[in-house]
């Protein structure tokens, strides 16, 4: 069992910047896929970012489009945990943010990601 815990999110105003970690315990997220999601009100979760394992135990990076060139996600190893650094933020990154975990390699199938925090709110003023 892996159990993930979000943390950092909060009111920012555009333009400026959060980091969000998302912490694990239970087991090691070695050769886990570690996704952030987000779920603004009245709209359906989305995909935001991965750190997904490779079957050469290499991992990659992905992004929405939409986050591209302004959130970057990382992993601390020794920490057991994923971070997203959020920059340029605007008004529409306003959401409910959450990180979740699977084993192995990416899926874009979200019932696929067993573990899920609870989520962290991050809310973007104009």
């Known amino acids: 069992q892996v159990q993930l815990v979000e943390s950092g999110g909060g009111l920012v105003q555009a333009g400026g910047s959060l980091r969000l970690s998302c912490e694990a315990s239970g087991r090691t997220i070695s050769g886990y896929t570690i996704n952030w999601f987000r779920q603004a009100p009245g709209q359906e979760r989305e995909f935001v970012a991965t750190?997904?394992?490779?079957?050469?135990?290499?991992?990659?990076?992905d992004y929405a489009e939409s986050v591209k060139g302004r959130f970057t996600i990382s992993r601390d190893y020794a920490k057991n945990a994923v971070y997203l650094q959020m920059n340029s933020l605007k008004p529409e990154d306003t959401a409910v943010y959450y990180c979740?975990?699977?084993?192995?390699?990416?899926?874009?199938?979200?019932?696929?990601?067993?573990?899920w925090g609870q989520g962290t709110q991050v809310t973007v003023s104009s």
């Open positions: 750190h997904r394992w490779s079957r050469s135990s290499t991992y990659y990076t």
């Open positions: 979740a975990a699977k084993s192995g390699q990416y899926s874009d199938r979200q019932y696929e990601y067993l573990y």
